[in-house]
């Protein structure tokens, strides 16, 4: 049973538009969310993280949110650039826990 | 200042071969996990380490198994490699585990190693 989905495994968008990634969890003890980037032939990359006390959090061009009640994140990428052309996976930890688990991954072609 | 590094890069085992995954940090991290990546799975826990001579399972340990004699080194072993474990091996590590309450410590992973098991 995975307790973290990525829905859509892929999504493809124009340069400059924007790319929303979604990530849907069960288990209410998660506290921490965090999205990883991962492009071909490397280990995946922190991006961006929210607690879950928050709604919101931005980094830049990246936008977390957070809502609980549907126990629903989304990633907002604002703009995409072809450099954002990588695979994207969700993950969260539970409080005071020490395992992360991974959603499925969210494959991203940015067009020029 | 290395990072995470895992050797080798790619193995081909037959089934039934034991094999030894290497991993080192050198970024004193006493966090280290091992994770595998199959197609529409994500990146599932196999075995995780909180510090030198701790171990503990994670979601799909079986087998494999691990062992943490330092901190910089934490080798996943495949004992009796079946067709199933086909799949790329991420071994990643962090400050001190994912336990803070000023934010979660963030994974700094390895470049990855690809296993077939024919």
């Known amino acids: 049973d995975q307790q973290v989905k990525q829905n859509s495994p892929s999504l493809s968008v124009q340069e400059g538009r924007i790319s929303i990634l979604n990530c849907d969890y069960t288990?209410?003890?998660?506290?921490?969310f965090l999205w990883y980037k991962k492009y071909p032939a490397e280990g995946p990359t922190f991006l961006i993280s929210?607690?879950?006390?928050?709604d919101k959090n931005e980094d830049g061009r990246f936008t977390v949110f957070l809502n609980k009640s549907a126990k629903h994140l989304s990633l907002h990428i604002v703009p995409s650039q072809p450099g954002d052309s990588a695979v994207y996976f969700c993950a969260a930890r539970k409080a005071a826990g020490n395992k992360l688990t991974f959603g499925g991954g969210t494959r991203v072609l940015v067009k020029p | 200042n290395a990072g995470v590094t895992q050797t080798p890069k790619f193995q081909v085992l037959k089934t039934g071969q034991s094999m030894t995954l290497q991993c080192a940090q050198d970024m004193n991290h006493e966090y280290m996990s091992w994770y595998r990546q199959d197609p529409g799975m994500g990146l599932r826990l196999i075995h995780y380490s909180v510090g030198a001579g701790i171990t503990d399972q994670g979601e799909v340990p079986n087998g494999y198994n691990v062992s943490r004699s330092t901190t910089e080194d934490f080798p996943l072993r495949l004992l009796s490699a079946a067709p199933s474990q086909t799949s790329v091996y991420f071994c990643?590590?962090?400050?001190?585990?994912?336990?803070?309450?000023?934010?979660?410590?963030?994974?700094?992973f390895g470049a990855g190693s690809r296993l077939t098991v024919l």
């Open positions: 990643a590590s962090s400050y001190n585990g994912l336990l803070t309450s000023s934010g979660a410590n963030v994974l700094t």
């Open positions: 929210i607690s879950s006390i928050k």
């Open positions: 288990n209410s003890m998660f506290d921490y």
